[in-house]
């Protein structure tokens, strides 16, 4: 079965990439991709992947199957230019797929955003975990089959989830390996990163123009910076997908009883079954 990505057609043009976010989500990230659509910049962000669908979430999925899992043929410059070719920043992409990022463009500027590892942990399990736990709950876990991009954010979240907790999920010994695992991710951008290229910030130290805009080479804005994704801010846009989801699994499963009821009927009526 070919992978989504080789679907696409080859770009005519790339933008070159101006900068590569290795941060985790969770790290300020949505606040930066605000910040950066207003200097100008054209970033690629989960947000895109919630804009484009099904197609976007299949894309993440082979990535991050292919990196984390090494499960199909890690993406290369001609996967990645098809995928981003239209931006010129790429934000937590990478953090799923970062050996396969950072062999592409060894030459690029990178940022890294660091988080605490018990607030990063916490906002992790009741973000990405809340949606993980709630699509493998029922009606979501059945419901989640009649919406396409569903499914695959459910699949990426199990992963995600099921690789950061070394696969013992959110339980108090997930929650111990999540915090390991964080850290030593940010160990390891800090490892495989020349420190000329990388640009490293803490969250709880105060994150906006006065640390991105001199970095980029550009004016800081008479704006202020984009606020964080908080948990609420999450949750109403989790919220919508959630709802449609729903509505189409009700639709789903009532129209699949539907018709077992009337195939049922038309037997009984042939003589084909008794009561």
Not at 55 to 73: E, P, S, T
Not at 177 to 206: F, H, M, S, W
Request: net charge neutral; with cysteine.
């Amino acid at each position: 079965m070919p992978r989504q990505i080789d679907l696409l057609p080859t770009p005519t043009h790339v933008e070159p990439k101006k900068l590569i976010v290795l941060s985790a989500p969770r790290t300020g990230t949505h606040g930066l991709y605000l910040a950066l659509k207003l200097l100008g910049f054209k970033p690629y962000h989960m947000v895109e992947v919630v804009k484009t669908g099904p197609q976007a979430v299949n894309i993440l999925n082979d990535g991050l199957k292919a990196d984390m899992f090494h499960q199909g043929k890690p993406y290369g410059r001609a996967e990645f230019d098809k995928w981003f070719a239209d931006y010129d920043v790429i934000i937590e992409m990478p953090f799923f797929m970062i050996r396969s990022v950072l062999k592409t463009y060894p030459d690029a500027k990178f940022l890294l955003v660091e988080r605490n590892p018990d607030k990063w942990v916490r906002s992790f399990e009741s973000t990405i975990g809340m949606m993980h736990t709630k699509f493998n709950s029922l009606p979501m876990s059945i419901f989640k089959y009649f919406d396409e991009f569903a499914s695959g954010i459910s699949s990426m979240a199990q992963m995600v989830v099921g690789y950061y907790t070394n696969g013992y999920g959110l339980t108090p010994e997930g929650h111990k390996y999540l915090t390991e695992n964080y850290t030593n991710y940010i160990a390891e951008v800090k490892r495989l990163v020349p420190p000329e290229q990388l640009k490293v910030c803490k969250l709880e130290d105060g994150f906006g123009w006065d640390e991105i805009c001199p970095y980029l080479g550009v004016p800081i804005p008479d704006e202020k910076w984009p606020p964080l994704n908080t948990l609420e801010e999450f949750g109403e846009a989790a919220t919508p997908r959630m709802k449609t989801t729903f509505m189409k699994g009700m639709f789903g499963t009532t129209s699949i009883i539907a018709l077992i009821v009337a195939v049922g009927l038309w037997y009984l009526r042939k003589g084909k079954l008794s009561l």
